[in-house]
T-cell receptor
Framework: AQTVTQSQPEMSVQEAETVTLSCTYDTSENNYYLFWYKQPPSRQMILVIRQEAYKQQNATENRFSVNFQKAAKSFSLKISDSQLGDTAMYFCAFKNSGNTPLVFGKGTRLSVIA | ETGVTQSPTHLIKTRGQQVTLRCSSQSGHNTVSWYQQALGQGPQFIFQYYREEENGRGNFPPRFSGLQFPNYSSELNVNALELDDSALYLC?????????????FGPGTRLTVL
């Protein structure tokens, strides 16, 4: 079974600084997808960024980028120029190809400090 | 915000009771997945419905059951409630077209079992 590990329960960063959230996963599959989801306090979970395992190029979405190391099974999220609105729980998630469910890590609570 | 809605927002029940949670999927989506998110944890997959049929189930007992209707909305039913069923219940809708099947989450129903 696939597992996702987020080793940082809580992190904080100063506004405008850069922070990196860690995620490792375990799978024997070769074709899969990785995601970072953001869950703000009392608000809906939304997708931040997605990476296809077959793509070597790291995904980027504005201030958000990933460092995908397939051999190491590592998938970290870098947030640049952190903003107060980035304060949230961040979940790393894994998904096999096809119509399969997401497997989530336990999350990292990120606080952006003014 | 995503186009996925859930009702009710909050619910308080006592042990042994039964509960029904509802989810309206985003327009055009034919798949609904349900997740249980205990306090301080990542979401855990309960089951998924595709075109009114159960299409995958996580490690949850049979007292967790569901339905999907012709309009692709869905219900989660939990019988014989236990204290450990207290959690945020999330539904996510997706369209089975393409491999990554991005899931869009609703705001969740907070269930408290006393």
């Amino acid at each position: 079974a696939q597992t996702v590990t987020q080793s940082q329960p809580e992190m904080s960063v100063q506004e405008a600084e850069t922070v990196t959230l860690s995620c490792t996963y375990d799978t024997s599959e070769n074709n899969y997808y990785l995601f970072w989801y953001k869950q703000p306090p009392s608000r809906q979970m939304i997708l931040v960024i997605r990476q296809e395992a077959y793509k070597q190029q790291n995904a980027t979405e504005n201030r958000f980028s990933v460092n995908f190391q397939k051999a190491a099974k590592s998938f970290s999220l870098k947030i640049s120029d952190s903003q107060l609105g980035d304060t949230a729980m961040y979940f790393c998630a894994f998904k096999n190809s096809g119509n399969t469910p997401l497997v989530f890590g336990k999350g990292t609570r990120l606080s952006v400090i003014a | 915000e995503t186009g996925v809605t859930q009702s009710p927002t909050h619910l308080i029940k006592t042990r042994g009771q039964q509960v029904t949670l509802r989810c309206s999927s985003q327009s055009g989506h034919n798949t609904v997945s349900w997740y249980q998110q205990a306090l301080g944890q990542g979401p855990q997959f309960i089951f998924q419905y595709y075109r009114e049929e159960e299409n995958g189930r996580g490690n949850f007992p049979p007292r967790f059951s569901g339905l999907q209707f012709p309009n692709y909305s869905s219900e989660l039913n939990v019988n014989a409630l236990e204290l450990d069923d207290s959690a945020l219940y999330l539904c996510a809708s997706s369209l089975v077209a393409g491999d990554h099947n991005e899931q869009f989450f609703g705001p969740g129903t907070r269930l408290t079992v006393l």
